[in-house]
């Protein structure tokens, strides 16, 4: 069965670059732009794993996966930001990964393969 | 950056003090008279040099919180010094702490905003003395993640208690929530060593191990779940070994955890020469006294044998013995005995009145209660047992604002 991923981000064009990249790589994907948005898919449905940009209007990343995890403490995150100091706060760490983003998206392919395989 | 904060947990619900518990958290339970439990975690703060200090509060904090008002609020924020007590915050569920660590975990942002190197976290209610600052220095010196301070108790009582087994340097080998079997210490197969829940940390390793607890369905609880987790991945967890600034021989820490335990505990302030010593000026405690008029005494008419007396006791301020003969007891302040009434072996809490010709024998009688003339609490054990209830160890206990007069006019049932 394919895996399911849902990927938050404010950026339309990042949207549609997930969605192409991930769909191509044999996931289920889905996008949403804000913190609404992913809670309400996640309401609904479940997702092998979910990827956070951090800062979007509204509710930023960090403060959704608060959220997501204290109503499933199982459900494995990835931050995926344009910056790295929000590493300096604590409850990133309580993501699975934390990438950089970048053009390329090989790092955060890799990481999400590895995750969904542990 | 700090180089510490101090987190201290003062939210136990203290459900085996109750009645004393009834309307106010543990911590904030009257001990000795004047103090209150909290006092005496907060004088070791404050002896320590250490005032960078959050208090994580939950169940009815109401008392709690006015005593630090009154007595806790000298600390200078400008200085960078505080003492803050902290609400539950309700940021990520909505529900009460469920452990030791959930309660550091859902105020994770605290050390986030404060950003100390290490934390050194603490209980509530517990009485010892202790120099924190020799924990710290232990902790740099071994390079430990984590410290547990540990006292020294006889094996046969450790088997209910958090046990550690260590190695001549003091690391940890094992860390073992109530085993049948205590594991003893190096060179003294009778004695164990027990965690007092006093924890230093290096602020990353709590993070860590926080959120990784917090991702289980455990009790989240540092004693049974984060330490013994660290030491099945073999970190660096070292035993702290206690050293009393007590000045005694015996080292003292009490976790006041039953009323029994709470009245021989107060029972042993007023012995002779008792095992935890609240006269040491290098070490005071320190409290929040309102304004009273001077513990008094009146009557000497010995030949009707109405002589206001107080022996082996502690008398708190405003307390009058009118005439009346207290013995080996703890009276709080505002407490009036009056003539004839005998106290013996009681502890007496704020505004406790004693009627003419009573006789309190082994009790503890809570704020306010109006004791009428003649009166007998703890002398006759099946009388008392149909009004109050009565510890395993025999303490007669009169819950806060009980009303021990008669009606006026007797209720009459009519069928």
């Not at chain 1, 192409?20 to 449905?45: H, I, M, P, R, W």
């Not at chain 2, 919180?65 to 940021?91: M, T």
């Not at chain 2, 452990?99 to 100390?116: H, S, V, Y």
Request: glycine fraction near 6%; charge should be neutral.
């Amino acid at each position: 069965m394919k895996k399911r991923l849902l990927f938050a981000d404010d950026e339309q064009n990042l949207r549609f670059l997930y969605q192409t990249e991930f769909s191509g790589e044999g996931y289920e994907v889905e996008v949403a732009q804000d913190a609404t948005e992913v809670l309400a898919k996640l309401e609904k449905n479940t997702y092998d794993l979910v990827v956070l940009d951090i800062q979007m209007p509204g509710m930023n990343g960090i403060e959704v996966m608060e959220k997501i995890l204290s109503a499933n403490k199982r459900q494995k995150v990835v931050l995926n930001s344009a910056y790295s100091v929000y590493k300096d706060n604590f409850m990133t760490w309580a993501a699975d990964a934390y990438i950089i983003k970048s053009a390329d998206l090989t790092e955060l392919k890799d990481k999400i393969k590895e995750l969904l395989e542990q | 950056m700090m180089p510490m904060l101090t987190l201290i947990m003062a939210g136990g619900r203290g459900e085996r003090l109750y009645p004393l518990t009834r309307d106010r958290a543990k911590p904030a339970v009257s001990f000795g008279g004047i103090y209150r439990i909290i006092d005496f975690t907060l004088s070791n703060c404050l002896n320590s040099g250490i005032r960078q200090i959050y208090l994580l509060t939950q169940y009815s904090n109401v008392s709690l919180e006015r005593h630090l008002k009154l007595g806790w609020n000298f600390f200078n924020r400008e200085l960078g010094e505080f003492i803050e007590s902290i609400p539950p915050q309700y940021r990520t569920e909505n529900q009460w702490y469920v452990g030791t660590a959930d309660c550091i975990f859902q105020n994770i942002n605290l050390l986030q905003r404060e950003k100390p190197e290490r934390v050194l976290i603490l209980s509530g209610d517990h009485v010892y003395k202790m120099d924190y600052q020799d924990m710290i220095k232990f902790h740099h010196d071994t390079g430990a993640e984590v410290t547990v301070a540990a006292a020294e108790i006889p094996k046969r009582q450790a088997s209910q208690m958090g046990v550690m087994a260590v190695d001549k340097t003091f690391r940890i080998s094992e860390f073992l929530e109530k085993p049948t079997d205590p594991p003893t210490m190096p060179g003294r197969d009778d004695v164990s060593l027990v965690s007092m829940g006093v924890y230093i940390f290096n602020t990353p390793k709590l993070v860590r191990e926080l959120i990784r607890d917090s991702k289980t369905n455990s009790e989240h609880d540092f004693g049974k779940n984060i330490l013994p987790d660290m030491m099945a991945r073999k970190e660096k967890l070292f035993a702290y070994p206690f050293k009393d600034k007590n000045q005694k021989k015996a080292k003292y820490w009490r976790d006041i955890g039953s009323l029994d335990s709470y009245w021989e505990a107060n029972m042993d302030l007023v012995s002779v020469n008792p095992d935890f010593n609240l006269y040491d000026q290098e070490w005071q405690i320190r409290t929040y006294q309102g304004q009273y008029p001077p513990a008094k005494t009146v009557f000497v008419n010995e030949k009707e044998a109405r002589v206001g007396q107080v022996l082996d006791s502690l008398v708190s301020g405003g307390c009058v013995i009118s005439g009346g003969r207290v013995e080996k007891s703890i009276l709080s302040p505002w407490v009036r005995v009056n003539s004839y009434a005998r106290v013996e072996e009681s502890i007496l809490m704020e505004g406790v009145e004693i009627g003419r010709h009573a006789r309190i024998r082994r009790a503890i009688i809570d704020e306010n209660v109006k004791v009428p003339a003649r009166f007998q609490i703890g002398i006759n054990p099946e009388e008392d047992v149909k009004l109050f209830s009565i510890t395993p160890g025999g303490i007669t206990i009169v819950p806060s604002g009980m009303i021990l007069e008669k009606p006026a006019q007797e209720l009459i049932i009519k069928n």
